[in-house]
């Protein structure tokens, strides 16, 4: 078996090193009696020369980045299973007790709703497999009886009705004095993955050097202590979060409150099958606010079956599909949702013309400029007040703020834990570069990707604390007869219009890290040409340490892998890749203060320079593909983008010229689209539609066959 695999390894196209270390972890998992358990499958997968899938299992350690390791569950070093959890653990155990010494330390547990059932369909489910069926709870209870092992005490929640999220975990290092926390979660991933992330004795992910010193840790790591979760239990070494505890938190928002007299709003909320019953919804109900759960998507569910596909992202507008169509039954005035850990707030308001969904960049200024302008109408702002969003988060928030004379600190690098760590440096030191101010001052923390915080209590992003502000904001301009859209069209009027793009570039494998480094080189190495038009006046690398200080570690250096472009005439187009999965994000803005007859023109322009600079990036790989294939969804890979272009097209082709009836053709679509992910034919309609619009004559001939294939509307 052994033997097959070398071979099989040796016929990919990846640079030897990699085969080699691929080889060497699938051999150690193959003769080693620890892993045992996972022969058959491998054999399997060996048997069905899945050796790109075997490669991906086994050529590394799954990162350690951005506080913690985050992925697939599976078998392999490369995957999330109790070998990378727990090693993850003890790592954390020998770094806490490297800072804080051998005295009794404590730390706070918290899981989401996941549970591993192979939804991707990657293992032989007639075979044993002993990773099928782990939830979030099964790791987080590993992960406690690792502490307990090394005499480190671990608060978590009891009971399977309970579960904790990422901001109540934020909130209970803080509250207890805990020397850390660890989140078991994917956030808003696929339901076939998890994670653990780590947090620090402040209640935020740890920042450079910090992080680095940890994963070094985890990487040194060569045995590890545990007991049985139940023998902990009795040891005394585990502890409950109660219900007071869970009070408190929901008080830390409740705090944050302008306007109690305004919760006469009615919302239509989902925590998509995640944990934010414990936070939005718990807020908004100790608040008094008339607050209604999406049946469906109410119940803790890590499969997230009611969800389009499968895919819990407040960030995703089809993730409120449900949640709107009972807003639109109920007659309520907006639906909020959460991702399963609910850090993450979404926004959609009902409106004349269809449903408006909010996007993160919407969501922060809105809040921005109800905290600022109604607490300096009455007179309640802080000696120093500031905001803090990151670079890529609109540019609004600062004009509203300035508009006030509110401080801004808004060129932080992509990740809340940037946030965390300006409120933490103003805590222990009263300023953060030219800002001199305390925590006290702070009004509100953004990034563009749904994350808000609204109080200092926490040091990570709170669904619960926005979601309570806009309702108070809803039910103000409720009574006036107007809703959060409205209230937009007058923030963009006095403070100025800005229009944000965003595009993702999904990459496979190896191969796709490895492509993904070759983009952001170029970036590095030549100068774009003219996008929409604008040519580059001015870039900024984030790696030049003569401009962003040095750079402290290779987390560091991670983080700051970000290049930004300056263009002519406002437009900026910031570059990165992800910090949690294969892929490169673009970011794009422009805007300023403009007449309302430019507003459409804006848009215009940002949807062009989106697609012209997913176009030339791609163009360095000599990858060139029709508009048609950039349509489609976000969340289809570059590969299966190519696969579209090349193939798929010219197949659906034949297909319809074959005069298959519609429900044969869907029937063959979903086989076809499989490998695209969940939904496939969903997937791909905004491509059909694209072939439409264009005027494609097989298509047009076709027209009404796809449309009632691929559920397009007229």
Request: proline share 4%.
């Amino acid at each position: 078996m052994l033997a097959d695999a070398e071979k099989g390894f040796a016929g990919l196209t990846v640079p030897e090193s990699v085969r080699a270390t691929a080889f060497a972890n699938l051999r150690r998992w193959w003769e080693d009696a620890a892993y045992a358990v996972y022969r058959a499958q491998l054999q399997r997968l060996i048997e069905q020369q899945r050796w790109d899938f075997l490669l991906d299992s086994f050529y590394r350690v799954i990162p350690f980045g951005t506080g913690g390791r985050r992925g697939p569950v599976g078998i392999g070093v490369n995957r999330i299973n109790p070998y990378t959890v727990t090693t993850s653990v003890q790592g954390h155990v020998d770094y806490l007790r490297r800072h804080h010494g051998t005295g009794t330390l404590r730390v706070v547990i918290a899981f989401d709703c996941r549970i591993f059932n192979d939804l991707r369909g990657n293992y032989d489910r007639a075979i044993s497999n002993p990773l099928l069926g782990l939830r979030s709870r099964d790791f987080a209870r590993l992960a406690a009886g690792v502490y307990a092992a090394n005499g480190i005490a671990v608060c978590s929640v009891s009971g399977d009705e309970l579960l904790l999220s990422t901001p109540e975990l934020s909130f209970a290092v803080r509250h207890l004095g805990a020397a850390g926390g660890l989140n078991i979660s994917a956030s808003h991933n696929h339901p076939d993955d998890n994670g653990a992330k780590f947090y620090t004795d402040y209640g935020g992910q740890p920042v450079a050097p910090h992080d680095e010193e940890m994963a070094d840790a985890v990487a040194a790591v060569q045995q590890v202590a545990s007991m049985p979760f139940e023998e902990a239990v009795r040891a005394g070494l585990v502890t409950w979060w109660s219900a007071a505890d869970h009070d408190a938190y929901l008080d830390a928002s409740l705090q944050r409150s302008i306007d109690p007299n305004a919760r006469d709003a009615f919302i239509m909320y989902s925590p998509l099958n995640g944990t934010g019953r414990r936070t939005v919804y718990d807020v908004l109900v100790k608040a008094g606010v008339r607050v209604a759960l999406v049946p469906s998507q109410a119940d803790y569910d890590g499969e997230f079956p009611q969800v389009k596909y499968r895919i819990p992202n407040p960030e995703v507008p089809e993730a409120f599909e449900l949640a709107n169509a009972a807003a639109r039954a109920e007659h309520a005035d907006a639906s909020f949702t959460t991702d399963p850990d609910a850090d993450r707030l979404g926004v959609a308001v009902p409106t004349t013309t269809g449903d408006r969904f909010l996007t993160g960049n919407e969501i922060g200024a809105l809040l921005t400029a109800y905290i600022i302008e109604s607490r300096a109408a009455g007179g309640t702002l802080p000696a120093h007040p500031f905001i803090v969003k990151t670079g890529v988060t609109t540019e609004l928030m600062t004009a509203i703020a300035r508009g006030h004379n509110v401080a801004v600190i808004g060129d932080l690098l992509v990740g809340f834990k940037y946030v965390a760590e300006v409120l933490e440096t103003l805590a222990n030191t009263g300023r953060y570069g030219g800002l001199r101010a305390t925590p006290d001052d702070f009004l509100i923390g953004a990034e563009e990707s749904n994350g808000v915080l609204v109080t200092p209590a926490l040091r990570d992003k709170d669904a619960a604390g926005g979601a309570l502000l806009l309702t108070e904001r809803i039910a103000q301009l409720k009574r006036d007869g107007k809703t959060l859209v409205d209230d937009l069209d007058r923030i963009h009027e006095r403070y100025g219009y800005f229009a944000h793009g965003a595009y993702s570039l999904i990459m496979e494998g190896v191969i796709g890290l490895q492509r993904i480094e070759d983009m952001m080189a170029a970036l590095r190495t030549g100068t774009p040409p003219p996008i929409a038009g604008r040519r580059v006046e001015r870039t900024i690398d984030y790696w030049d340490e003569r401009a962003h200080g040095p750079i402290k570690s290779g987390t560091d250096r991670a983080s700051r892998n970000v290049v930004a472009f300056y263009f002519e005439h406002g437009l900026k187009i910031t570059a990165r890749p992800s910090g949690t999965e294969a892929k490169l994000k673009i970011y794009v803005e422009a805007g300023g203060r403009v007449e309302r007859g430019q507003r459409a023109e804006i848009d215009a322009l940002v949807r062009e320079a989106t697609l012209q600079m997913a176009e030339y990036l791609l163009g360095t790989l000599d990858v060139r593909l029709p508009r048609a294939a950039l349509a489609l969804s976000q969340l289809v890979s570059v590969e299966n983008r190519v696969d579209f272009a090349e193939r798929f097209l010219g197949e659906l082709h034949t297909q319809l010229n074959s005069g298959l009836r519609t429900d044969s053709l869907v029937e063959w679509l979903d086989q076809r689209l499989a490998r695209y992910g969940k939904d496939g034919r969903f997937l791909v309609a905004p491509g059909i539609r694209a072939c439409l619009d264009d005027g494609q004559p097989d298509f047009i001939r076709h027209a009404e066959t796809l449309r009632a294939a691929f559920q397009l509307a007229q």
